[in-house]
């Protein structure tokens, strides 16, 4: 259904989304890479001149550099597969037959309607703190030392703490996709004399391929860019130092923009690394 | 599949299932219990469940320390605001991407997304001075502005994924029965889409709500929202918990029975339409 | 007024080319019907016609006016689509006003209007359901109703019967016929149903791979096809067409028997063959039978009365007068 006047149509309705998102990437994108070849200290005179590839070297030669890289990778890869895996488990529960399951759905979907700063908070205070927190009483209740999570297993924590924010997404989109599986497959599956086990492989599993890889996609655009968890949580300390935070440390805490712009440059590098990855599996699962 | 389950299992699936959901809720359902327990009860050893004496003088104590109506009111603004521009800017963009299809549109479609992988700590400070020049640091125009754009893949997104259901057949009755490109978009597929219309709409109001990098960092005492409201409970006052509890309790319930009424809504638009 | 001519015009999409340049006229008034193999071009041609695809060559004449470049809305072209395309939000009565709307016709003549059509489509108790609250037929009406409306110039349907059951499929193809006989304004139907276009076409427009195989009337289709692919298309069951041999002892390449002109005898005949199955309609049995060289199965439609079952021999003699021949290129020789 295309002609002439529809297709010049259809490109000026679609002009403005792209224009401006053309603009939003292409303006700040432009005047990072202009600052990282710069000296550029705002409270310390300002803009110092060009410095070639210096702030890029120092990034990657500070020691923080490959820790943060690491981090990174440890909290999306460790949430991924968390919410993954529990979410296939709480979806297969959550769609058996059973009384008020609307009810379950929405305390499960909850905590993904708590924003970050919240959850963060009340994590680290309600729940991690060593001396008042729940899982501290629960620690001493078994006979336990109390763990000092966000210093003694700061990783840990905020694995912990986003997977919680972010189960809800990875159950609910599954439970869909788990309820769209035609039934008469599994009874056929059935008369053909394949146990449930064998039936969640080769029938479910694969039929939340489609699902999966979504989760995944939406989860790990979310995930690179965390930020308020650490923010609230140990300000970067105890090696929960992401990309995102050691750059926001150089702009904003030592207010070095060069270096931070250079250190930008990389985690745009690295996102768009990840980006390509996904970009292909998606555009492949979006075909069918 | 009309199949008698034993009730048995269906008592243990519930069990289990309510279970499950009790504690992956409790961290709120805490949160609301604390906010309203005195400071000393809050951090009782061994904590009290229910058994305390309700009060309300921690919502009170929070209202007199912050105008908790001036952060609220800035986050109604900045989730409405930007939910509202994006979608009149995604609308005439998905009508294109779902209507009028070509070779590139599921590229522009890929870009639009990947421009929200681009990490914004990269780009902070080229937008804080910005922000400076153009005289919008710290205003609520210049966060919808920003969260406008940040979520504008994912409503562009969202409205293609429902647009598509429609049959284009239905645009091009519209077309032969003489509408123009206006009515066609305003009297025939706004009409159709409303209910996947509000679904991206809700769930842009809930991502703009919950943003904490931009809110956090373009704000400062004129336009903060609620993210900067709780923000700054996290220095050492935050170890008064049942203040922080009633904090955290007024920054999210708004947000929460809105997402509570629309999840079925929410979760079919989520799926980016690979999932039915 | 509703005379549409197609001046050499020509369709690609890409590098493919699904229409090559042709020229048609269709007459006001007349009811003509494309058809042809699913993925022959004819709904193309239509969506060309309505404006809904642009032509990659050639000009379009509405009322002798050049249309090629007028944009669907203003040609005076009314649709009836396939899925009905009706608007699922407006009830019955804004489905039908839709097009007045647009047009900017009078609120008091727009009801007029509605009432009109919906007395003689019998929709006057469903004006105010929606879409979804009716049946298959009742939603061809409305899109019939919508359609009638505007008064256009020409109706332009799109295969509309095809998601109908086979009953009300019949009852349908007589609403429209009826309609046209009122209305008496120009309509094209598109449709892949050759009995359709039989019993409903003023004029038949047989198309294959994007060209226009025959043009003429249903019976000028039947009696004289033009070649192979008409013969074998119009008419049910197909027509038999045997090679080889018996064509030879015609002087041609392919001879061509519909089977309704076999003479069937149990004791002599031309060709002596076995009955394979034998499909008993109650007024007709369609015999399936083997062993006539050059043709295999051969069909033979027979009186409903005649005892005959699997595995029996019959002698089968074919009425000469009514006998089609075709050269080596398959086109028609007489």
Known sequence: MATQHSRSAARLMMAPAVVLLLGWMLVPLTMTLYFSFRKYLPLRGGDLGWVGFDNYVRFVSSSSFWPSVMTTLIIVGGVLAITVILGIGLAVLL???????????????????????VSALVWKNMFMDPNYGLLAHLWELFGATPVEWLSQASLTSIVMIVSWQWLPFATLILLTAIQSLDSEQLEAAEMDGAPASKRFAFITLPHLGRAITVVILIQTIFLLSIFAEIFVTT?????????????????????????GSAGGVYAIILANIVAIFLMRIVGKNLDA | MARNVTQQRKIINTAAAWAVGLLIFFPILWTILTSFKTEAQAIADPPIFLGFDWTLE??????????????????IIIAGGSTILGIIIAVPAAWSMAFVPSKRTKDILLWMLSTKMLPAVGVL???????????????????VIVLMLINLPIIVWMLYTYFKEIPGEILEAARMDGASLKDEVLYVLTPMAIPGIASTMLLNVILAWNEAFWTLNLTAAKAAPLTAFIASYSSPEGLFYAKLSAASTMAIAPILILGWFSQKQLVSGLTFGAVK | MGQIRLNKVSKRFGEVEVIPPLDLTIEDGEFTVFVGPSGCGKSTLLRLIAGLEDITSGHIEIDGADATNVPPAKRGLAMVFQSYALYPHMSVRKNIAFPMRMAGVPADEQARRIEAAAKALNLTDYLDRRPGQLSGGQRQRVAIGRAIVREPSAFLFDEPLSNLDAALRVGMRMEISELHKKLATTMIYVTHDQVEAMTMADRIVVLRAGFIEQVGSPLELYHKPCNEFVAGFIGSPKMNLIKGAEAAKHGVATIGIRPEHLDVSSSEGAWKATVG?????????????????????????VDGELPVKHGDTIYLTPQLDKLHKFDAQGLRVD
């Open chain 1, 95 to 117: 769609n058996q037959p059973m009384w008020g399951q609307g009810m379950v759905r929405i305390l499960v979907i909850a905590p993904f309607f708590v924003m970050p700063t």
């Open chain 1, 235 to 259: 300000g970067g300390a105890f090696g929960t130092k992401t990309l995102t935070y050691l750059i926001f440390q150089r702009v904003l805490e030592s207010q070095n923009v060069g270096l």
């Open chain 2, 58 to 75: 921690n919502y009170q104590a929070v209202l007199e320390r912050s105008n908790y109506s001036r952060f609220l009111w800035n986050s």
């Open chain 2, 125 to 143: 400070y080229p937008i804080y001075l910005l922000f400076i020049s153009l005289g919008i640091l710290d205003s609520k125009i210049g966060l």
């Open chain 3, 277 to 301: 199955i034998a499909e008993h309609l109650g007024s007709d049995t369609f015999l399936h039978i083997h062993g006539v060289e050059g043709c295999d199965p051969m069909t033979a439609r």
